[in-house]
């Protein structure tokens, strides 16, 4: 392993050293990863500092969506990210969590939604209202191809955490595997936990868009959301889940539907140990405001 792990290091910090930045530890990094399921993608693994390359140690996982918003806001669209290397170390530093590297996977922007809408509550929806979705946008389609965020989670589980577990020392299970994104990644994080309750044992959703598209009137999706979770929730003896939402931007259309999954948390025996809701007054939906908190789902998540 350790053989393999520093030429594949070398090659590619060598090809891509430049274009992104890290405030703390080291950045492996795939272009263009192929995949049987979705289109081609990149992929950035950021290691915390002495990191381990012999082995001798393991580390825990997490998967995070957008990963092109994660690490250094000069290569951002909006100049702005969540600086997940520097939280990430701070807390394993501070010894509040577990040692854990993350898989920052990139989106591909004209199929993302097509990628993160949770496909089975999608396919519930009458084939009207997901004609009218499929319509929505225009010339420039708000999903880019059919939903296939089935496929996007076999492409994590089936393809990509295999090389992850193969290339670096990591823990291959659920107890030290987890999930996050925010928005649609936030969606499909809830989604991922829900239909591979075996492989994740945590999930981070933060300012969850429970909308699914930019309108609240008459809109049957979140409906379709909180069916699915009644019949889906992993068991709260083995998983962890977190959400969060602001009220400034996006995030101000939430709180009704957040308050909605929380009775259904409830209900189905989640409780203060293995579940928490946070509302942040005066934030907003950008890269900003889960930066300023990030810590919390983490340290929820991966704590001692």
Not at 31 to 39: G, Y
Not at 154 to 165: G, Q
Request: glycine share 6%; proline share 6%; hydrophobic share 35%.
């Amino acid at each position: 392993m350790k053989k393999n792990f520093i030429f594949l290091l070398f090659f590619t910090l060598l090809a891509n050293a430049q274009k992104i930045k890290t405030t703390s530890g080291n950045l492996v990094q795939f272009n263009e990863l192929p995949s049987a399921f979705v289109e081609p993608r990149n992929v950035d693994i950021w290691l915390p500092n002495g990191f381990d390359y012999a082995g001798t140690e393991k580390y825990a996982v997490l998967y995070m969506h957008d990963g092109q918003m994660l690490l250094d806001a000069e290569t951002t669209w909006n100049k702005q990210a969540w600086e997940v290397d520097a939280t990430a170390q701070k807390l394993q530093s501070e010894s509040k969590t577990q040692k854990f590297i993350v898989v920052c996977i990139h989106n591909i922007g004209q199929v993302r939604h097509s990628n993160y809408f949770p496909q089975k509550p999608f396919e519930s929806l009458t084939k009207k209202t997901q004609d009218s979705l499929y319509a929505l946008g225009g010339d420039k389609p708000l999903f880019g191809e059919k939903v296939n965020s089935d496929n996007y989670l076999k492409y994590i589980v089936s393809e990509l955490k295999p090389l992850i577990d193969k290339t670096f020392p990591v823990y291959k299970d659920r107890a030290h595997t987890f999930i996050a994104g925010s928005s649609m990644g936030g969606l499909i994080s809830m989604y991922a936990i829900c239909e591979y309750p075996d492989i994740f044992g945590g999930a981070a959703c933060l300012s969850t868009h429970w909308p699914g598209t930019f309108s609240t009137e008459n809109n049957p999706i979140p409906q379709a959301f909180f069916e699915y979770l009644k019949k889906n929730l992993p068991s709260p003896k083995n998983h962890k889940i977190y959400f969060d939402y602001g009220d400034q931007t996006l995030d101000a259309l939430y709180q009704p539907y957040q308050l909605k999954v929380d009775a259904i948390m409830k209900s189905k025996g989640f409780t203060v140990e293995n579940w928490i809701t946070k509302f942040f007054p005066g934030k907003d939906h950008s890269e900003n405001a889960w930066k300023e908190r990030l810590d919390i789902p983490l340290e929820f998540l991966l704590g001692k």
